[in-house]
């Protein structure tokens, strides 16, 4: 598997894709060291697919934490049998991708907008210090 646990690698992002539409077999159909953004560019409306996005998260300088994200996208245009078999399929990826701080299911790319998924972070992350993040 692509190290994008490891703190020192360039890559930040895996995307698992479905090898085709009759099969229930994943691939890994891409990666890179762009982050979120990045791998936005490679979901499709008539997909479904699982992301796994490792993110920086700060208060300060000195205080920086690495945390990882799952991401299960089911694009709007995805097949009716691909969509009744996919919260299965999710278990079963996320027994292998044990390690994230936060799930975040998405059919559009609106929903998937880096500072909502650093809010997310923040919340599900306990204490904040962070006086602009106070408000949630």
């Avoid at 994230?100 to 880096?114: K, R, W």
């Amino acid at each position: 598997m692509v190290d994008i646990i490891v703190d020192k690698s360039e890559a930040n992002w895996l995307l698992l894709e479905f090898v085709d539409d009759r099969k229930d077999e994943l691939k890994v159909g891409a990666t890179g060291s762009g982050g979120l953004d990045e791998l936005k560019q490679h979901l499709k409306d008539d997909q479904a697919a699982f992301g796994y996005v490792r993110m920086v998260m700060s208060n300060d300088e000195l205080s920086q934490r690495t945390k990882f994200v799952f991401i299960s996208w089911c694009g709007v245009g995805t097949r009716v049998m691909r969509k009744a078999k996919l919260s299965v399929q999710k278990g079963d990826v996320k027994n292998v991708l044990r390690s994230f701080s936060i799930e975040v299911p998405a059919s559009e790319l609106g929903e998937l907008a880096n500072d909502e998924i650093m809010l997310l972070l923040k919340k599900a992350g306990g204490a904040n210090y962070d006086r602009q993040a106070s408000n949630y």
